[in-house]
Each structure stands twice: as structure tokens, then as C-alpha cells.
């Protein structure tokens, strides 16, 4: 049996209501990834938290400010997967200079289900990661969303078009 990880990208705080970028519909897609990380866990399929930050020092007009209340993840999401490894990130790509890569190695995996937000940036930038290629990556469309449906659905387009599998929940843990 082909070993995997739940990715769980950028589920933060600023994304939602109160947030300095609220998306469409943050709350529907939290709710679907808990439901895929409580299946995860009971099939012992390691998750693994992504946290995007930003440095101060780029100027106002950001979001995800190191140390702020809107970078960090959401409390459920955490409360969900408390000790699960968080690979933090200053890239679209969750590859891009982090630890996810030797992560991954380390514990032997060999596809990565990927959730989160924003499906037109994070999830389609790591997707469609050239590290990501060895793992067979594939989207969980469900447990994703943008900034609204369309941006969603182009996103979902163009990770198709390049051959990555979109999946539903049920399907991914079949």
C-alpha cells in the first residue's frame, strides 16, 4: 500500500471573517478538511500543518505578520492534529525553502493528499511543485478554497491540465 500525508496548507487565521484577507467560503472548507484530517488520523496517514509567514519588514498590505493573531492556524485545524509537524513558509510553493521535502523522506512517504487555502496560489503553486512530483501529489478540491468560485475553479483547471489529480474526500482515503 502506497504510503501518504495529509497536507494541510495555510489554514490561518487572516483567511477567515475577522482576518486581513478573508476568503470565499474559509469556514465550508476548514469544516472538510477536519473531516479529512479525523479520517487521516484513523488511518494513521501523518499530517502535516503548513503555516505561511511574512515578515514585517515588507511593508503594510500584508498578511500573515510573523508573531501575529492572523498568521497563526486556525485553533480546530490545530486542535485536530496537535502534534503534528508545522512546516512554516515564506513561499507559495511549500517546498520552497522549508523542511517539507526531508519531512516527507523521513517518514517514508510516497503521495501527498494536499488541502487548503489559497487553491489558486499555495495549493496550486505546491502541487505543481517539481518537488512535489515524486509524491504523486494530488488535490483534495474540497478542502480547498480562494478568494471566490471562479479563481477556485481556474486553479482546479490548470492543476488538471498538468495532471494532478482533483479528488473528493471519500475518494482519497478509498
Known sequence: ???????????QNDYFEDGKYPLYQPVEATQRTLE??????????P??????????????????????EG??????????????????????????????EALLQSMGIEEVLI????????????ALSPAATKY??????ECCCTVDPIAHALAVDSMQVRGIEM????KAFA
Open 47 to 68: 499530517i502535516i500543518h503548513i503555516q505561511h509567514l511574512v515578515s514585517p519588514e515588507l511593508g503594510e498590505g500584508l498578511f500573515f505578520y510573523d508573531g501575529s
Open 167 to 170: 479528488l473528493t474526500i471519500e
Open 71 to 100: 498568521a497563526k492556524i486556525h485553533k480546530d485545524v490545530m486542535a485536530a492534529a496537535p502534534d503534528a509537524p508545522v512546516v512554516t513558509k515564506r513561499h507559495a510553493d511549500c517546498f520552497e525553502n522549508t523542511n517539507l
Open 115 to 126: 488541502t487548503g487555502m489559497m487553491t489558486h496560489n499555495c495549493v496550486n503553486h505546491t
Open 1 to 11: 500500500m502506497t504510503k501518504q500525508a495529509l497536507i494541510v496548507i495555510d489554514i
Open 136 to 141: 504523486n501529489p494530488k488535490v483534495i478540491e
Open 36 to 45: 479529512a484530517m479525523a479520517i487521516a488520523r484513523e488511518k494513521n496517514i
